[in-house]
């Protein structure tokens, strides 16, 4: 999920974010992630971030079991968000690769200037069933440049390790290259 251009709403409706959390069973407290996405009277705030986690492994409830797409009801799920800065140059790229414009005001008002430090973020939800090894990634963000970071470390370029998917154990250190490609995305700029 992402919004077009940095401060603007997430492209999705509301209806399809209840429909996409239910199906996939998100933590609720997501929400609390994604809900800082969208208009701010101040795009300098880092605001408040966060980490939850759940672990559900022993004597999982029934309803959580859901075989025929990898859930064994046996998992861990965690969630928090990434919020970095990234200094705006002229040429209208930031460090950091965000595209830096529009708030909802006129095109004029809401260009950053020169120099200008501004907030990019990130929330990040992971499922991980230790069952099956399937795992499941929502990433909320402004701009789109992390899920082409992802691509690249899973294409032909990338290393096995964050490609490999035989086993349980390579299903969660797979898992641990994504969290740590996040992690040095909020660290650019």
Sequence with gaps: MYSEIQRDKLRLTRASLVQILTFH???PCYLDFILAFGLESDPKSLGIGGFRGQITIHDPPRALALPA????G????LCYNLKAVCKHSDNGKSSG????LGNGK??????PKNGEWL???????HHFDVEFGTTQWIVTTNTTDIQQKYKDLTGSDGHSKDKSFSDIRECFVASLGAHSLFLQWATEG
Aim: charged share 30%; hydrophobic share 30%.
């Design 25 to 27: 069973q998100v933590m």
């Design 69 to 72: 797409i990898g859930r064994s």
């Design 74 to 77: 046996r998992h861990f799920e």
């Design 97 to 100: 690769s965000s595209k830096l």
């Design 106 to 111: 006129t095109p004029d008002d809401s260009k």
């Design 119 to 125: 907030v990019r973020q990130a929330a990040v939800y």
